[in-house]
């Protein structure tokens, strides 16, 4: 890759944090937000996505999780998780992306992101919580069981180095995870695990998707938002063949893409260093894939 394409994703950046942190907002105030986040995290996606949903300013702190930014001591005060988004309003702190976005649909309600009925609204919560209870880790595991291994791997070297990295991470279950997924790969049993419970989440995402636009109804939510970054990783791994046979998913991918929040939230942060390696690894790794759906399947 040439250096002027390796630095357009910074240029890039630079741009939006000038437009965003860099300049009065109205009323000649600064804002008073304030994102630690990185371009590729799903979880901060999802952040994004609501703040340009709401057209709200913000200054941005963005992370480098590969060089262990997250795991540094002026960061794990911040957040002893060593996660991100983190959100930083009038001196408050709040993690945790989900408990982010309900926190920025209440503090700056136009547009609204849940429905107006408390049903409604249950409905948009228990989705999302779905993603907590699982889901996100499973993402976890397929993403660096088919890609991010490589990038650890090649940049920490040594056995040595990779055990710091694991023993680094605060939470001792997704240390465990991703040990088992970086060494293993595509064949850990961890993995079959993951496919299995995607399948299953798109499968049900589909039935639901078949009486109404979004997720809960026919306008956007927090949920259908909190969703988005999940199918996007799965289009980046080169796994969106998983919903080949699922219609009503694939036309709300399609939709929520076309989203302002969407492009300005998500596209506008892909990172071009990582694409190329997410695609040709997913793409290698389909046939195994392919396999345990079929087996499901049967």
């Known amino acids: 890759m040439s250096r002027e394409k390796t630095l357009r994703p910074q240029l890039n950046r630079l741009v939006f944090r000038l437009k965003t942190s860099d300049t009065l907002g109205e009323g000649g105030v600064k804002p008073m937000l304030k994102l630690y986040h990185n371009d590729m995290s799903s979880c901060a996606q999802k952040v994004r ?8 300013e913000w200054e941005s702190e963005e992370l480098n999780l590969r060089a262990g930014d997250q795991l540094k001591p ?10 991100v988004p983190v959100l930083e309003h009038d001196g408050n702190i709040l993690i945790e992306s989900n408990v982010i976005i309900e926190y920025l649909n209440e503090v700056f309600p136009e547009p609204a992101l849940l429905p107006a009925d408390a049903y ?5 919560r228990r989705w999302m919580k ?4 699982g889901v996100h880790l499973e993402t976890i595991v ?6 991010f291994r490589h990038q650890l791997i090649a940049t920490l070297e040594t056995d040595e180095a990779l055990e710091h990295h694991f023993s680094s991470i605060p939470d001792p279950y997704i240390q465990n995870v991703q040990r088992q997924v970086v060494t293993g790969g595509i064949g850990s049993p ?14 049900e995402l589909d039935q639901e998707l078949a009486s109404h636009t979004w997720i809960v109804g026919d306008a956007l939510t927090l949920s259908d938002i909190a969703y988005a970054p999940y199918g ?7 796994l969106s063949r998983m919903w080949d046979n699922k219609p009503n998913f694939a036309r709300w991918y399609e939709a929520i893409k076309e989203t302002s929040g969407y ?4 596209a506008e942060w892909f990172n071009p260093n990582y694409l190329p390696l997410m695609d040709k690894a997913g793409n290698e790794a389909w046939p195994r894939i392919a396999k345990l759906l079929a087996a499901i399947d049967t």
């Open 263 to 266: 492009q300005t939230g998500l």
């Open 130 to 133: 779905r993603l907590d209870d």
């Open 120 to 124: 409604g609204r249950a409905l948009a």
């Open 142 to 147: 397929l993403s660096f069981g088919i890609a």
């Open 74 to 83: 002026e960061f794990l005060q911040i957040n002893p998780k060593g996660l």
């Open 190 to 203: 961890r993995f079959e695990q993951a496919i299995l419970v995607f399948e299953k989440l798109l499968k």
């Open 49 to 56: 996505f609501v703040l340009a949903e709401k057209a709200v």
């Open 232 to 238: 996007t990783r799965l289009e980046h791994l080169h």
